[in-house]
């Protein structure tokens, strides 16, 4: 049964913005994390009845949306794009995002240069939204394999940061401290 | 426990988390505590962490991307009957209502139309096997004329990614009624059907981001922009999905 108009609300309202972020940080496109989101709601709109708790709503989105990220990329693997898709794409006018501060897409840009499967728990991990029990059921692995990924995935982060310069002032203050 | 083990642990600390009670942390954090080069290394890596988390928190996302979501899940979606649970008294009910039902049906046919029921029918009437160029025309320009020769609306907006593509020409479809244009045209080897009808019929038509959906082999995308609510269908591509889905902030020939 699709949960009520006020609970949805409550649920886009309480998870847009994380959800939006993790799928930024696995797909590395604004146009593609939205439509991972975007995805996520509305199977959550449709489907909300198989979750039995709404509290689980949270852990719920985040699979969802790192599943179909994960069909995503192995459909893109089997049936790579067309040179027909890429003229169709070179025509659409893409306005840069006053909102999105650059500062913080360095941030990002230094997180996109992770591997994966790296870069989602690292981004899982940054968000500070679940707990690694959470974070291992989303990704499908034990906690221990989210763990390592974090720690290795953190020390591949500082060394990409130490070979670029384009990062926020925070981050790259802290870099000589890490070296 | 080695300073490397202990490194590695604390590595995935987050201070002001459950973390903090989590007893696998707690050996490598007396170690930290203990030991000033270590100490020094982990509150260098919290700040490290505290920086990293604060610049992906500043990432703000796209306000029409949520405002498209909520809007999408205001659109009521009839409940199948065989969802539906019947009480014995509303059993009983049921030959009243079958009595009422030819006054229902009556009054079903006359309610304005969802947007979302114009949506599916149009599109699906679009590819159907009536005329497909009625008017035939080869830019824009020339289609605005003639439609508005006919009374119909002309002073409609395109997007310029679509009106940059090949016009075929146009056909009048019969609506509940109304006569809605169809344009018909050729973006890069696909053929594209592009329905225009005035804004004010449909309370629910969707905002200027377009929205997606699909019915049958069809997908739709659907705007609206001013005073019209436009509808646009083609074949079922990844391609024509992704060209739609990307043009949140396309833009306008005017």
């Given at each position: 049964?699709?949960?009520?108009e006020?609970?949805?609300?409550?649920?886009?309202?309480?998870?847009?913005?994380?959800?939006?972020?993790?799928a930024?940080?696995l797909?590395?496109?604004?146009?593609?994390?939205?439509?991972?989101?975007?995805?996520a709601?509305?199977?959550?709109?449709?489907?909300?009845?198989?979750v039995r708790?709404?509290?689980?709503?949270?852990?719920w989105?985040f699979t969802?949306?790192?599943?179909?990220?994960?069909?995503?990329?192995?459909?893109?693997t089997?049936?790579?794009?067309s040179?027909?898709?890429?003229?169709?794409?070179?025509?659409i006018?893409?306005l840069?995002?006053?909102?999105v501060?650059t500062?913080?897409?360095?941030?990002?840009?230094?997180?996109?240069?992770?591997?994966e499967?790296?870069r989602?728990?690292l981004?899982?991990?940054?968000?500070q939204?679940?707990?690694?029990?959470?974070i291992?059921?989303?990704?499908?692995v034990?906690?221990?394999?989210?763990m390592?990924?974090i720690s290795r995935?953190?020390?591949?982060?500082?060394?990409?940061?130490?070979?670029?310069d384009?990062l926020?002032?925070?981050?790259?203050a802290?870099?000589?401290?890490h070296? | 426990?080695?300073?490397?083990?202990?490194?590695?642990?604390?590595?995935v600390?987050?201070?002001?988390t459950?973390?903090?009670r989590?007893?696998?942390f707690?050996?490598?954090l007396?170690?930290?505590?203990?030991?000033?080069?270590?100490?020094?290394?982990f509150?260098e890596?919290?700040?490290?962490?505290?920086t990293?988390?604060?610049?992906?928190?500043?990432?703000?996302?796209?306000?029409?991307?949520?405002?498209?979501?909520?809007?999408?899940?205001?659109?009521?979606?009839?409940?199948?009957?065989w969802?539906?649970?019947?009480s014995?008294?509303?059993?009983?009910a049921?030959?009243?209502?079958?009595?009422?039902g030819?006054?229902?049906?009556?009054w079903?046919?006359?309610?304005?139309?969802?947007?979302?029921?114009?949506?599916?029918?149009?599109?699906?009437?679009?590819?159907?096997?009536?005329?497909h160029l009625?008017?035939?025309?080869t830019?824009?320009?020339q289609?605005?004329?003639?439609?508005e020769?006919?009374?119909l609306?002309?002073?409609?907006?395109?997007?310029?990614?679509?009106a940059?593509?090949?016009?075929?020409?146009?056909?009048l479809?019969?609506?509940?009624?109304?006569e809605?244009?169809?344009?018909c045209?050729?973006s890069e080897g696909?053929?594209?059907?592009?329905?225009v009808?005035n804004?004010?019929?449909?309370?629910?038509?969707?905002?200027?981001?377009?929205q997606?959906?699909?019915?049958?082999a069809?997908?739709?995308?659907?705007w609206?922009?001013?005073?019209?609510s436009?509808?646009?269908?083609g074949l079922?591509?990844?391609?024509?999905?992704?060209?739609?889905?990307?043009?949140?902030?396309?833009?306008?020939e005017?």
């Open positions: 049964m699709p949960p009520s006020k609970a949805f609300e409550e649920v886009v309202s309480a998870y847009y913005e994380p959800l939006y972020r993790f930024l940080g797909s590395r496109s604004e146009a593609d994390a939205a439509d991972l989101t975007q995805r709601f509305e199977r959550f709109g449709e489907k909300a009845g198989s708790d709404v509290s689980k709503a949270k852990t989105l969802t949306l790192y599943r179909d990220f994960l069909q995503q990329k192995r459909r893109a089997r049936f790579p794009e040179e027909l898709d890429e003229n169709i794409d070179a025509t006018v893409e840069p995002r006053a909102d501060i500062d913080a897409n360095a941030a990002v840009a230094a997180l996109n240069r992770l591997e499967p790296f989602s728990a981004v899982l991990f940054y968000l939204e679940h707990s690694y029990r959470e291992a059921e989303i990704l499908e034990p906690i221990g394999t989210v390592s990924r995935g953190k020390e591949m982060l500082r060394a990409r940061i130490e070979s670029h384009s926020p002032a925070g981050v790259a802290g870099k000589g401290a070296a | 426990m080695t300073h490397k083990e202990a490194k590695e642990i604390l590595a600390y987050r201070p002001g459950d973390d903090e989590d007893p696998v707690a050996e490598a007396e170690l930290a505590r203990a030991d000033a080069h270590l100490k020094a290394w509150e890596s919290v700040a490290f962490d505290r990293m988390k604060s610049e992906l928190a500043r990432i703000m996302a796209p306000a029409e991307v949520r405002d498209a979501i909520l809007a999408e899940h205001k659109i009521i979606r009839p409940v199948p009957w969802h539906r649970r019947m014995s008294r509303q059993f009983a049921a030959a009243a209502v079958l009595i009422a030819l006054a229902f049906a009556f079903y046919g006359q309610r304005p139309a969802t947007f979302s029921e114009f949506r599916r029918e149009i599109a699906d009437q679009s590819w159907g096997p009536s005329p009625q008017l035939k025309a830019n824009m320009v289609l605005r004329q003639t439609l020769a006919r009374g609306p002309a002073r409609f907006s395109v997007p310029s990614t679509l940059q593509s090949e016009v075929r020409g146009c056909s479809l019969h609506w509940r009624g109304r809605v244009p169809v344009i045209f050729n696909q053929h594209l059907h592009l329905m009808v804004r004010t019929l449909f309370p629910d038509a969707p905002s200027r981001i377009p997606m959906d699909q019915w049958q069809w997908r739709t995308a659907s609206s922009k001013d005073n019209f436009y509808v646009l269908t079922s591509t990844p391609n024509f999905v992704k060209k739609f889905r990307k043009s949140k902030r396309w833009d306008w005017g």
